[in-house]
């Protein structure tokens, strides 16, 4: 074998060698890297209908926060049923849909929650949240968004005031049968808390809206939260955003 050719294959042998290696290195860095425990929405082994834990949207220190433009610590003194009905009124007004109107407003510490229903119904249109320190009034995120079969066009980006952000589309054929009934709604939430809120329980009644159900949550017969479910698959979905509850209005 002549010596050029040698030198060639002793080069070409080093440098096989050195991409195995790299090979090698790489292969078994990829292997050591944590991977991510995915659980996608609706998997909980061994049990009936899915439960969505803790929420999603509006996590505590979330994608949405306990509060608008502000910085964690910052604490606002709570609305009153008056201040966050008169808000979520005007936001209502801005819309220009006359057959809606506020059934309920619950406080909380983080945030008021308004339940706006049909007039001609009913039925649940959708839910409102007002910010305790600018007043703004914005959909809930969360079911309200996901799972609202004729109120659910939204416009996710920034926050929404005075009505600005709501698309104003409804989907007029959108209908409120659903296949999980009010009472399996509840027994679908009972179980939930069961699991994860030992101790609490439903409210007597499931709020129904097109395409799911809201529940308030009881311990010893106070209300302490609210949680939701999808009217088709009963999935679960509790509402980890509105802090601790100080007092409601009455349903109209």
Same mark, same amino acid.
């Given at each position: 074998?002549n010596k050029v050719l040698k030198i060639t294959?002793?080069?070409?042998?080093?440098?096989?060698?050195?991409?195995?290696?790299?090979?090698?290195? !790489?292969?078994?860095?990829?292997?050591?890297?944590?991977?991510?425990?995915?659980?996608?929405?609706?998997?909980?082994?061994?049990?009936?209908?899915?439960?969505?834990?803790?929420?999603?949207?509006?996590?505590?220190? *979330?994608?949405?926060?306990?509060?608008?433009?502000?910085?964690?610590?910052?604490?606002?003194?709570?609305?009153?049923?008056?201040?966050?009905?008169s808000a979520a009124q005007v936001y209502l007004?801005?819309?220009?849909?006359?057959?809606?109107?506020?059934?309920?407003?619950?406080?909380?510490?983080?945030?008021?929650?308004?339940?706006?229903?049909?007039?001609?119904?009913?039925?649940?249109?959708?839910?409102?949240?007002?910010?305790?320190?600018?007043?703004?009034?914005?959909?809930?995120?969360?079911?309200?968004?996901? @799972?609202?079969?004729?109120?659910?066009?939204?416009?996710?980006?920034?926050?929404?005031?005075?009505?600005?952000? @709501?698309?104003?589309?409804?989907?007029?054929?959108?209908?409120?049968?659903?296949?999980?009934?009010?009472?399996?709604?509840?027994?679908?939430?009972?179980?939930?808390?069961?699991?994860?809120?030992?101790?609490?329980?439903?409210?007597?009644?499931?709020?129904?809206?097109? *395409?799911?159900?809201? $529940?308030?949550?009881?311990?010893?017969?106070?209300? $302490?939260?609210?949680?939701?479910?999808?009217?088709?698959?009963?999935?679960?979905?509790?509402?980890? !955003?509105?802090?601790?509850?100080?007092?409601?209005?009455?349903?109209?």
């Open positions: 074998m294959l002793m080069v070409i042998s080093v440098l096989v060698l050195s991409g195995g290696a790299v090979f090698a290195g !790489w292969t078994i860095a990829s292997s050591r890297q944590p991977q991510a425990n995915v659980l996608t929405a609706g998997q909980y082994p061994g049990r009936g209908p899915g439960h969505m834990m803790s929420g999603g949207y509006g996590m505590q220190g *979330g994608m949405m926060g306990n509060r608008l433009g502000v910085g964690p610590g910052t604490v606002f003194t709570p609305l009153t049923v008056s201040q966050a009905e007004n801005a819309l220009n849909l006359p057959d809606l109107e506020i059934a309920e407003v619950m406080i909380f510490d983080n945030n008021a929650y308004v339940r706006v229903v049909e007039k001609s119904t009913s039925i649940g249109a959708f839910e409102l949240l007002v910010d305790p320190g600018s007043l703004a009034v914005y959909p809930e995120h969360g079911p309200n968004m996901m @799972w609202n079969l004729k109120y659910g066009g939204l416009n996710h980006a920034g926050m929404m005031t005075s009505g600005s952000g @709501w698309n104003n589309t409804v989907t007029a054929n959108a209908s409120a049968e659903m296949s999980v009934t009010a009472e399996q709604a509840l027994q679908y939430a009972q179980v939930y808390l069961d699991d994860y809120l030992p101790g609490t329980s439903t409210a007597a009644d499931a709020d129904p809206f097109y *395409g799911y159900y809201t $529940i308030d949550v009881q311990r010893a017969g106070n209300t $302490i939260g609210m949680l939701s479910v999808n009217g088709f698959s009963g999935q679960v979905f509790y509402h980890t !955003w509105h802090g601790n509850f100080i007092e409601m209005s009455e349903d109209k």
